[in-house]
């Protein structure tokens, strides 16, 4: 599963080796959120990421609020975040039931 997952366009087999990914499979844990729940928020720092298992994520604009886009099933966010170890610059909201 977690091979196959996509964060901006690519699958993480292309981001990541066998060793990464394997890594990432050992650290995986299992949340959930209900509809209209905060996953991540603007501005937050955090050093965890999220692939959706299954249910829809709304990400929206930081500046105004606006959806810039909506991710479903074995797509992910916050890897930039944690990566950069930056804070996010958009809000992360379950439309659904999120696992």
Same mark, same amino acid.
């Given at each position: 599963? +977690?091979?196959?997952?996509? +964060? *901006?366009? $690519?699958?993480?087999?292309? #981001?990541?080796?066998? %060793?990464? @990914?394997?890594?990432? +499979?050992?650290?995986? $844990?299992?949340?959930?959120? *209900? &509809?209209?729940? !905060? ?5 937050? *720092?955090?050093?965890?990421?999220? #692939? ?6 709304? !990400? ?9 886009? =909506? @991710?479903?099933? =074995?797509? !992910?966010?916050? @890897?930039?975040?944690?990566?950069? *170890? %930056? &804070?996010?610059? %958009?809000?992360?909201? %379950?439309?659904? &039931? +999120?696992?």
């Amino acid at each position: 599963l +977690v091979r196959n997952c996509t +964060v *901006d366009g $690519k699958k993480f087999s292309e #981001i990541f080796d066998a %060793a990464q @990914l394997e890594d990432l +499979v050992i650290a995986l $844990k299992e949340e959930r959120f *209900d &509809p209209g729940e !905060a996953i991540l928020r603007v501005g937050e *720092d955090s050093d965890t990421f999220f #692939i959706i298992r299954s249910g829809r994520v709304c !990400a929206s604009n930081k500046s105004n609020g606006s959806e810039v886009g =909506s @991710l479903g099933k =074995s797509q !992910a966010f916050g @890897l930039q975040t944690m990566i950069k *170890d %930056a &804070p996010t610059n %958009a809000t992360y909201t %379950a439309e659904s &039931p +999120v696992f």
